[in-house]
């Protein structure tokens, strides 16, 4: 009987937008959206899996992290197991510094004698040996964490003695957290350092009450399980694609796209199990291991809206020691910003040069973030090309084509502050056409080498 149930009740009071109007549509909840997103993967790629087993079968093999040719690659293993030499001179260096039995620059001479063969002895030791591509990357992956190691303990020292010893002085004062860091490094200070999930040195780290013994075990359970996928996932699916496919830049343009683009989706879900075994379980369980307290390993680097923005959140890590060892002192010394006129008369009258500064002029200003990403670069280079024996800059040229990306997406976002096109361009040049296409190029690159070998 109430008046609100009978037909001459009015049903529109007020002015209202549909849903999915541009006005409306970032105040709904799209829940619903997600989860039939979601549905739809789930169903799209199901078809996927069983189309790839009636047509190629199951294609792991026994053998496929360890065979007997495996056995040929023991001088990389005694190579790797010989590294810790060089932290202990860097450590030897230290106190002998500390001591004030040899000057900072001696000192300083000894660590870049020292940085330097720690690199180029692993890369000389794959080239002489005709050792598989999966072990010369991961010797070249810890050789490159090792020597990141040794440049953050060398330049940390050296700051504490300008800071302790040399009485230099700072703009700020340091807190008193800060001075129990400026201490002489020991011999259980460089170990705890060169096995913690960190790149930055420091005389003391925040450290936890105890080990989670439940909690670990569940972690290193994870681990092997996400390993396995990634396995499966390469040689059920990337193998096949890789092998029957043709070299992206000699094809057709059509074949070229078809193929990264089939290539594509197992590469994203690789990358995602690479980043959760690695960043979240791996640096994890070693952190749980050795009671390490800050564990931020990454941030939400998948929101982020810039190029700029994922590099500051994807490898927490190597961000921090790029900013404290690279960053920082380029401001201190004054070359963050450098003026346009004064580049353009060193560029001289040859052509390519005028090209490489008018690059670095029209997409960074800042010399500081140019020079972080030229040595995230060559470190890039050199963990790839070296295993794979050639030196085709894909890797380098990868890394220092964001420099663009990075001022095309802050450009979006300052003017299209509440869209995630910039987002959008970032998950579209990393995992649909960036990882593939870079795939594609050495595969074909190492086979073409081998080739010509043979």
């Not at 529109?12 to 999915?20: I, Q, V």
């Not at 620059?105 to 000894?110: D, I, N, Y």
């Not at 300052?414 to 361009?425: P, Q, V």
Request: with cysteine.
């Amino acid at each position: 009987t109430a008046f609100s149930f009978r037909a001459a009740a009015p049903v529109h009071r007020k002015a209202k937008e549909s849903p999915l109007s541009s006005d409306a549509i970032f105040k709904q909840s799209h829940a619903g959206l997600f989860n039939l997103c979601i549905v739809v993967l789930v169903a799209v790629n199901g078809r996927l899996i069983i189309e790839n087993l009636m047509k190629y079968g199951l294609l792991i093999r026994a053998g496929f992290w360890f065979n007997s040719t495996s056995l040929r690659d023991w001088p990389l293993l005694m190579c790797c197991l010989s590294l810790p030499a060089f932290p202990l001179g860097a450590f030897s260096v230290e106190q002998l510094a500390f001591r004030n039995v040899i000057t900072d620059a001696v000192a300083t001479c000894l660590h870049i004698i020292l940085t330097t063969a720690e690199i180029v002895y692993p890369v000389l030791v794959i080239l002489m040996c005709d050792s598989a591509v999966v072990s010369g990357f991961l010797l070249m992956f810890i050789a490159c964490i090792v020597w990141l190691k040794l440049v953050s303990f060398a330049h940390t020292n050296h700051d504490i003695r300008q800071l302790t010893i040399s009485g230099k002085k700072v703009d700020n004062a340091p807190s008193t957290a800060d001075m129990d860091n400026l201490q002489a490094p020991t011999l259980g200070s460089l170990i705890y350092f060169m096995m913690a999930p960190t790149l930055c040195y420091q005389p003391s780290y925040p450290r936890t009450e105890n080990v989670r013994k439940g909690w670990l075990i569940r972690q290193i359970i994870l681990y092997l399980i996400f390993t396995g996928i990634q396995g499966f996932i390469i040689e059920q699916y990337i193998n096949p694609i890789v092998v029957n496919s043709q070299h992206p830049l000699k094809g057709g343009l059509l074949n070229a796209v078809e193929t990264v683009l089939r290539l594509s989706l197992p590469n994203v879900y690789l990358w995602l199990c690479m980043f959760y075994c690695f960043f979240h379980l791996w640096l994890n369980i070693l952190a749980e291991i050795l009671r390490f307290g800050d564990r931020e390993f990454y941030k939400d680097w998948w929101n982020a809206k810039t190029i700029d923005e994922y590099w500051r959140k994807w490898n927490m890590p190597v961000h921090k020691w790029i900013v404290r060892h690279i960053y920082f002192p380029c401001m201190r010394s004054g070359i963050s910003k450098v003026n346009c006129k004064m580049l353009n008369c060193y560029a001289g009258h040859a052509l390519y040069i005028v090209c490489v500064w008018s690059f670095v002029l029209f997409f960074l200003q800042e010399v500081a973030v140019f020079v972080s990403f030229f040595v995230s670069a060559v470190l890039h280079e050199l963990v790839v090309a070296v295993p794979c024996r050639i030196l085709k800059f894909w890797a380098f040229l990868g890394i220092m084509l964001q420099i663009p990306l990075i001022t095309l997406t802050s450009c979006l976002k300052s003017k299209f502050r509440d869209t995630m096109a910039g987002n959008m361009i970032f998950w579209f040049f990393f995992c649909i056409y960036g990882q593939p296409m870079c795939v594609l190029l050495y595969y074909h690159d190492v086979m073409n080498r081998i080739g010509k070998t043979e």
